[in-house]
């Protein structure tokens, strides 16, 4: 199960953290990610990070703004986001799979298993 928190509205350059928490899984043996989902839009992908927290991978249009992290002993995976714009507005997912290696980067929401139930992000202009 995975819970996220930490969403809200922001004014256009602002900044939020974004927290997800893991239960029921093997944390420290799966791949983690965030997806994003705008009102009319498909589910994409934002930002992924490996086992051991060593590789992280971003989307082109958050690379530079958002920063990915976990903490293996807490369980958690956090989404650190800066200089919001307002088509950051959007539902944020946290997904975990186990179907990974240590140095899995996963981009594709086919290849996440366990999904949280969002929480949403608006940037004001």
């Known amino acids: 199960q995975l819970v996220e928190s930490g969403g809200g509205l922001v004014p256009s350059g602002g900044s939020l953290r974004l927290s997800c928490t893991a239960s029921g899984t093997t944390f420290n043996r799966a791949a983690m990610a965030w997806f994003r989902q705008a009102p009319g839009k498909e589910r994409e992908f934002a930002a992924t990070i490996n086992w051991a927290g060593t590789a992280a991978f971003y989307a082109d249009s958050v690379k530079g703004r958002f920063t990915i992290s976990r903490d293996n002993l807490q369980n958690t995976v956090e989404l650190q986001l800066s200089g919001l714009k307002p088509e950051d507005t959007a539902v944020y997912f946290c997904?975990?799979?186990?179907?990974?290696?240590?140095?899995?980067?996963?981009?594709?929401?086919?290849?996440?298993?366990?999904w949280g139930q969002g929480t949403q992000v608006t940037v004001s202009s």
């Open positions: 997904a975990a799979t186990e179907r990974s290696s240590p140095f899995s980067i996963l981009t594709n929401a086919r290849q996440y298993d366990v």
